[in-house]
Every structure is written in C-alpha cells, then in structure tokens.
C-alpha cells in the first residue's frame, strides 16, 4: 500500500523543538518534496540548562532555531503553544485536559485539529522515556479517540514517531512496534540532519543519540528492516483506507 504524500497535509505535534526532525524529519523531506503539506505544533519552548558548550539555551534561541529550520524545510505553517512558561519537563504535571485542549481548539490556534484538518497526525511516542513525550501522546490518544466524524474531526492516518533512546523506558518491554516505514532518500536523510544542525543549541556529536552518525545509523536500520536503504519507521495507531 501506498500514501500519496501530494494529497497530505501532514501535523507534526512536537513536545520540544528538535523533536519533529529527529523523529520524522525525513517524512517532512519526503512530504514536502513530493508537493505535501507539513505543519508543526511545538508545544513547549523554554530556557534550558543544557550540555551544549554554551550550557544551555533561551527561549529566543529556540524560537529562532524555529525559524530557521521552518524556513529550510519549506514548512507551511508552525505554532509554539506555550514559551518561556516554564513547562518544557513539566508538561506531565499539567491536567491532560490542558494539552487536549491545545489539540481540540479551545486555546485557539491555525493548527488546531478542527481547525487545520489535517490528514495525517505524527506525534511522540507514548512509551518515551521523556515525561514530555509520554503526555503529549497521551494528550493526542484522547484527542483522537475514536468516535463519530461528526463529534470530532478523525484523520486518516495516525502515527507515533521514534527518537534513537525510546527503548530506555520502563512503561514496556518494548515501544510500540514499528508497523510503518516510510522509505527516503540518501537527500531526505541528509536534508534530516541539515535541519537538526539548525537546531543548533540541541545538536550534539558522536556518541549521543542526537549526532549525526546515530539518526543516520537508525534511518539505515530501519530501511534494512524494510528492504530499502533508508527509512523512518511509525507506529500506526489508525490507517482509514
């Protein structure tokens, strides 16, 4: 079975910046190289004490990170929900029905599900090791919870997206399986990298799970596991053929 990524319009809902490159990065490349749409909802952006060699990072920088890598990747839209509040690691200490409500529409914003109607929703891996990850997948599991299409807008295809250290979690044995592989390129993967580059503040070498030489290992893994040389591998949770 096929996607045709043209049709698309694709939400990429990302707890922090960075996320939306390391997990699905390639398929934003991919989305948008075959005339898709993409679109990013980044939920927390903040301070941070960090191991950069600056130390850390401010929320001006993150947002013009922001800016930049939206504007290399042709992103159509972006929204950041909530910055410098203070809630970048603290996301799991919000009532849940907070962060649906960011999703549902009722803080208001273009990329709203009932709002922008997208196609496809990528979002975190709820058995992340990151308390962040873990409640905005929470977050998104409720807000897309089955039911009527006229109660509530359902898109088609739903995915969780992987980061190279979701395994490091004591919520399973495992992460959810990965039942979706999106094949790429060698320049989607190297467009991957590029973007995660100008997240400049969050960008790390060799050996971390964000450097270069681990999200290329992966995408190679992940295409040797579905007979291509590169891939990113999803989750499905809902494919409505």
Known sequence: MQVDWRQQRVLVIAAHPDDEVIGCG???????????????????????????????????????EIEHVAEFLSLDSWHAASIGERRTLRLDSLPRAELVDLLEGRSQHGLALPVLRPTVVVAPEVTSYNQDHRAVGQAVLTALRPGPDRWRYQPRLVLTYEQVADFWSGASASPHPRNFFVELSAADVDRKIAALRLHESQWRDHPHTRSEEALRGLAAVRGAHCGTHYAEAFHCLRWRA
Do not use: I, P
Not at 36 to 64: E, F, K, N, P, W
């Open 26 to 64: 390639g398929l934003v490349s991919r989305v948008k190289r075959e005339g898709g749409q993409a679109h990013v909802l980044y939920v927390a952006v903040d301070d941070l004490v960090g191991y950069s060699s600056a130390g850390g990072s401010t929320d001006g920088q993150r947002m013009a």
